[in-house]
């Protein structure tokens, strides 16, 4: 239509998540307040991204994150844009990110009832040559904002109050789900908001896709050796699926919420819990995933009911299409 040329009636996610929180109304105000310091902190790492190549913030700051890697000078920055932003809105109590050892406890002065926890800059191997990297996000509430402690984290998924990501493509693209679906938002540059542009957002229930790092296969269990032989070599007579796999989690799964089938992160021999850490990149994933109609396994159990002993704790994963998992929760179940 013409209209959407001119448009006039700007759906902007402080908007949305506003009406959607209507009913709740005490805490709507704190929650949008929160919501938009988070989105801060993706516009200015949607800022820096842009300018990676040119500002030269490409390159290595000199220090190691917590898994011993390579910390690059842009994850360096988004940590530090979120904590503050996270700080500074007054409705947060404790931090978790993957960039910090320990969890950050917030000052008693700027204490508020949210807790989050995040992956400021993940897929940073993809930042070099740029290729998609985002920021994933959870929110939890403290039991007591004024004594919050490390057991209001360590909870399983399913304790999560709202999820999301955002993701410095081609555009960038803003998803969340507080409880009620999963939604899509775009940057519009010149406005430097994030609109409207994937409402409702339902995985596929069937994919013609599997997205896993293939080089790890000689380590893979029998379960996954399995799937992946039964993508390449279907039995039923139906067409191979597609292999994707970008490296970048928040793309990954962006690709597999909206065209449907299989993203997995295993265990192998070498890593008997797989590589992506439980509080930021399993959880907010499996969240998002499950509100938008599909499933997240570990391979023992569902992913939301995992319960952490640690801020940094790993899962092996399998997320997507509600009928790709209930494929590998056989195959999981047939190898017990
Ligand atoms: P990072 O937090 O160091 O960036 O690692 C997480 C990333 C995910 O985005 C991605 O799914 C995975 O690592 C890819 O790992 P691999 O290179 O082993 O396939
Ligand atoms: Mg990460």
Known sequence: HAADTNRTDLMTITRFVLNEQSKHSESRGDFTILLSNIVLGCKFVCSAVNKAGLAKLIGLAGET??????????????????????????????????????????????HGKYIVVFDPLDGSSNIDCGVSIGTIFGIYMAKDKDNATLDDVLQPGNKMLA?????????????????????????????????????????????????????????WDEPTTKYVESCKFPEDGSSPKSLRYIGSMV???????????????????????????????????????????????????????LVPSDIHDRSPVFLGSYDEIEHIKELYGACK
């Open 65 to 110: 994150n917590v898994q011993g890697e390579e910390q690059k000078k842009l994850d360096v920055l988004s940590n530090e844009v979120f904590v503050k932003a996270l700080i500074s809105s007054g409705r947060t109590c404790l931090l978790v990110s993957e960039e910090v050892e320990e969890a950050i406890f917030v000052p008693p002065s700027q």
């Open 251 to 305: 793309a990954d799964i962006h690709r597999t919420l909206l065209y449907g089938g299989m993203f997995m992160y295993p265990a192998d021999l070498k890593s008997p819990n797989g590589k992506l850490r439980v509080l930021y990149e399993v959880f907010p994933m499996s969240y998002l995933m499950e509100q938008a109609g599909g499933q997240a396994f570990t391979g023992k159990e569902r992913a939301l009911d």
């Open 163 to 219: 999820a999301g990501y955002c993701m410095y493509g081609s555009s960038c693209t803003f998803v969340i789900s507080t409880g009620n679906g999963v939604n899509g938002f775009t940057l519009d540059p010149s406005l430097g908001e994030f609109i409207l542009t994937h409402p409702n957002i339902k995985v596929p229930t069937k994919g013609k896709i599997y997205s896993v790092n293939e080089g790890n296969a000689k380590n």
